[in-house]
């Protein structure tokens, strides 16, 4: 007698993902070290900043400064593949997983550059005029 396992939706959903739906409830020493080291350089990483902050930028650096920041790093995040399906050199590799923000992004960016660089060169006129350094620096 032959059995048949018919998949649910969310387990044909991971298959075709490229994910097995698995339960485990153990970490390796890599995973809990990998975990605890990330929670504790954050956690570092802004008490160790926050008297800089404070006393290099004021209020300003803090309140606007680390949102940004925080923006930025969450930019990286959202750009990266949501599934092994969507990193090209993997056999599994299909186009229809493929995450497209690091294009937008990349496009977004020169984009901007091109902006910056046209307007910088349209608004830079040059020096107003040159001053010889005998001159400039008051030597007869």
């Known amino acids: 007698m032959t059995q048949t396992v ?9 298959a075709e ?3 097995k739906q698995e339960l485990q409830r153990a970490w390796s ?5 990998a975990i605890s080291f990330t929670i504790i350089s954050v956690l570092a990483g802004c008490f160790t900043t926050y008297g800089q902050a404070w006393n290099n930028g004021g209020p300003i650096a803090i309140s606007w400064g680390w949102p940004i920041i ?4 969450l930019l990286v995040a959202f750009s ?13 590799f299909d186009w ?6 690091p294009v937008t992004v990349g496009g977004l960016l020169l984009i901007v550059g091109v902006w910056w660089a ?18 400039g620096a008051g030597i007869q």
């Open 70 to 73: 925080c923006g930025l790093i």
């Open 6 to 14: 018919e998949l649910q939706d969310d387990e044909r959903r991971l």
């Open 118 to 135: 046209v307007r910088a060169r349209h608004t830079f006129k040059g020096p107003i005029r040159n001053v010889e350094f005998d001159d």
């Open 80 to 92: 990266m593949p949501f599934s092994p399906a969507a990193v090209p050199w993997r056999d599994e």
């Open 17 to 19: 993902l490229g994910y």
């Open 96 to 101: 229809r997983y493929v995450n497209y923000a």
């Open 29 to 33: 020493g890599f995973s809990n070290f």
